[in-house]
């Protein structure tokens, strides 16, 4: 009883500990980052519940964007653009990411 109490005792900072740190990644706000080549432009779209949004990134750059759920929001990045309604590449000599990825806390895409 009293190893189990002690146990109990030891892990449970550890426990809050994880499960605030995953309540905060989960609130952290996403960060869109262009990892295109020098002189390349990234063209992103993200599908929301309310609306899409889209904007254009610099090689390099970085936007933060508010009012995206992590998890049920979608985006696709394209290089030059424009951003397919199937995320593939519009012509030969362009990219784009090939699916609708979900947004996730942190940098989108990962690295």
Known sequence: MRKTLLL??????????????????????????????????CQFTVRTGASPMSFALRSGERKELTGITSGSDKYCVCDPGPVTPDCTAPQMGHWCLGFWADVVPGLNPPR
């Open 8 to 41: 109990v005792v030891l892990a449970l900072p550890n426990c809050l500990a994880f499960a605030t740190s995953v309540a905060l990644a989960q609130h952290q706000t996403p960060t869109f980052v262009c990892l295109a080549p020098a002189e390349h432009v």
